[in-house]
């Protein structure tokens, strides 16, 4: 979908993505607590939301509250928050040569805004990849799930866990898409399978990335 982006020379960006209910949260903690256990700097965070003005546009894209909003206006509210997420908090931890683990990146707006929506998916990845200056994950993890299955993992539903059943097959669809094209740099794991062989799997595949980490 997309030309070869820019990898960080130092540190290690580890993305886990996937559709609701996937289990993306469960599997960074798990991933920080191994690896600062281990006695490497990690910097676990998330989007959308992770810094000041994050937070307030998070409380936009998300609560039920906010209502209807234009397509594009969502993708540029995501987008918003990506460029300050990247430009505060991931670049300078990357820089520090610390493991920044991410819950969510910029495949959740290609998959979300783009499939999801109805934008050109094209256009959607121009401005996200401006926002965060091509900035690519070295390994980006997708937890796969069928969307059925994770959204009845939710009892209260905020704007986007509230969206139709082909919504968020179509979003599952991008995700297993975009690791299709770019094996090198994703590893798509069943969201089915117990805890701790899904991070097991994460660990292997990580493994010979950590030489970039300080330790």
Do not use: N
């Amino acid at each position: 979908m997309s030309l070869p982006g820019v990898y960080a020379e130092r540190g290690v960006f580890v993305c886990l993505e996937g559709g609701e209910g996937s289990g993306k949260s469960t599997q960074s903690r798990l991933l920080r607590e191994a690896l600062s256990a281990e006695g490497y700097t990690v910097r676990l965070t998330f989007e959308p939301g992770d810094t000041p003005v994050g937070q307030e546009l998070r409380r936009i894209v998300l609560s039920p509250e906010t209502g209807v909003l234009a397509d594009k206006t969502e993708a540029l509210l995501y987008a918003a928050d990506k460029a300050e997420h990247v430009e505060t908090l991931v670049l300078p931890a990357l820089d520090r040569g610390e493991v920044v683990i991410t819950d969510r990146y910029v495949d959740s707006t290609l998959a979300y805004q783009g499939a999801g929506r109805a934008l050109d998916v094209r256009e959607v990845e121009q401005v996200a990849r401006w926002a965060t200056g091509d900035l690519r994950p070295h390994l980006t993890v997708v937890l796969d799930l069928e969307p059925a299955a994770g959204l009845r993992r939710f009892q209260g539903r905020d704007r986007i866990e509230g969206e139709s059943l082909a919504f968020h097959q179509r979003v599952r669809d991008a995700f297993v898409a975009m690791a299709k094209d770019d094996p090198d740099h994703y590893l798509v794991l069943d969201a089915r399978a117990p805890i701790q062989e899904i991070h097991t799997l994460i660990r292997a595949r990580l493994a010979p990335l950590l030489r970039q980490a300080r330790r």
